[in-house]
């Protein structure tokens, strides 16, 4: 089993930036191919962020964050970062943590809720105008 836990959550004013950190921990670990953010906000279904892949060579992002939220991995790739800067209200939601077994071979991966296998609890970010 994987256990994920996510932190570095708040709220910001508009504008503003957050780093949120996800830990991955286990026995299970080193069969994780890619781990991605997902978000959802009240009322809407969980929207995908940002992945990356666990070599670190490729990530992926939404079109809604592109330019904005960077994802990144700790050199031992036990650690998934977000950086979110130019923060909007629209980016207000439960932020979530999600890794995945699944080996992507494609070129675009880890977009969808049914490419992972565990999941975090999830941190609040509130964005206020």
């Known amino acids: 089993q994987v256990q994920l836990v996510e932190s570095g959550g708040g709220s910001v004013q508009a504008g503003g930036s957050l780093r949120l950190s996800c830990v991955a921990s286990?026995?299970?670990?080193?069969?994780?191919?890619?781990m991605g953010w997902f978000r959802q906000a009240p009322g809407k279904e969980r929207e995908f962020v940002a992945a990356?892949?666990?070599?670190?060579?490729?990530?992926y992002s939404a079109d809604s964050v592109k330019g904005r939220f960077t994802i990144s991995r700790d050199g031992a790739g036990g650690t998934v970062y977000l950086q979110m800067t130019s923060l909007k209200p629209e980016d207000t939601a439960v932020y979530y943590c999600?890794?995945?077994?699944?080996?992507?071979?494609?070129?675009?991966?880890?977009?969808?809720?049914?490419?992972?296998?565990?999941w975090g609890q999830g941190t609040q970010v509130t964005v206020s105008s």
């Open positions: 286990g026995g299970r670990t080193v069969s994780i191919y890619g």
């Open positions: 999600a890794a995945s077994r699944y080996y992507c071979s494609g070129n675009e991966c880890y977009g969808g809720t049914h490419e992972y296998d565990y």
């Open positions: 990356i892949r666990s070599s670190g060579r490729s990530t």
